[in-house]
């Protein structure tokens, strides 16, 4: 093999960011655009797992599940637009591309690209965690569907709530020293967060399930309906807050 899965992933987020960028200028929005985007989104990142890792079983939200994922040994889980909400409206930059390969039973490599921003981050390099700065904690949560538990945590450590689109981009808000937490529930499927993940557990930030228990990814349920990113110095505090809302 001539470059590493970490290689591999940030090439195949890189492709459909490329693909998804001019596509926003093509006269499209809303729903129509959404629809498109998630379409050339899998077609840049198939591609790209096709050349590089052919004997790899894909798992994406835009395609219809392959049961060989539950026997194989290499797994990518992908979310070709992740954010499709805020992809059609032109305004926004809270979107992202999710590429993770999970191999043996854990998520091993993966790329989240921020294509509004011009960026790609991976797990390795890992990126560099910012020192929080003064003032409330920033607790991402969805714009469209914000669960009681964020607003308990916010509650608890006297913080504040950042409602933003994307599982991605909230997650990387975090890693990026945007946002403190990220708290979600309520429903939500494993490629939603298994790249971001991958990517805030090598950046150093906890990541679990609201009760506190592993992220676990390629169960054969698709579904992996809530999740904690948070930075290691809240973690305590954040699910004691959680805990005692629930
Ligand atoms: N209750 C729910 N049920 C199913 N999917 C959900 C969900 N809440 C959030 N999601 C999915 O998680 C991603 C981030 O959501 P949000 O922007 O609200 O935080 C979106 O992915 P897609 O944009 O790939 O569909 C969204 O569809
Ligand atoms: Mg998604």
Redesign the pocket.
């Known amino acids: 093999m001539s470059i590493d899965d970490t290689a591999v992933a940030a090439l195949a987020a890189r492709a459909a960011a490329d693909a998804l960028v001019p596509l926003r200028s093509s006269g499209l929005t809303g729903r129509p655009l959404g629809d498109a985007g998630d379409a050339a989104g899998q077609r840049a990142i198939v591609a790209v797992l096709a050349a590089e890792r052919p004997d790899d079983v894909v798992f994406s939200?835009e395609a219809v599940d392959d049961a060989r994922r539950l026997s194989a040994g290499r797994v990518w889980i992908v979310?070709p637009?992740?954010?499709?909400?805020?992809y059609g409206n032109p305004e926004r930059s809270?979107?992202a591309v999710h590429v993770a390969l999970w191999a043996d039973g854990d998520l091993v490599a993966a790329a989240v690209a921020l294509p509004a921003l011009g960026q790609v981050h991976v797990t390795d390099p890992a990126p560099p965690l910012p020192p929080r700065p003064d003032g409330p904690v920033r607790i991402a949560?969805?714009?469209?569907?914000p669960p009681a538990e964020a607003q308990a945590v916010a509650a608890a450590l006297g913080g504040e709530l950042v409602p933003?689109?994307?599982?991605g981009y909230?997650t990387l808000a975090v890693v990026r020293g945007e946002a403190d937490a990220y708290v979600?529930s309520?429903?939500?499927?494993q490629?939603?967060s298994a790249a971001p993940v991958a990517v805030a557990r090598a950046a150093g930030l906890v990541t679990c399930r609201l009760d506190g228990s592993p992220l676990v990814y390629n169960r054969p349920d698709p579904s992996l309906?809530d999740l904690v990113v948070t930075r290691p110095e809240l973690a305590d505090r954040v699910l004691a807050a959680v805990r005692s809302a629930r």
């Open positions: 939200e979310d637009l992740d954010g499709t909400r805020e809270d979107w949560v969805s714009r469209t569907r933003l689109g994307s599982a909230k979600h309520g429903g939500m499927y490629w939603d309906p």
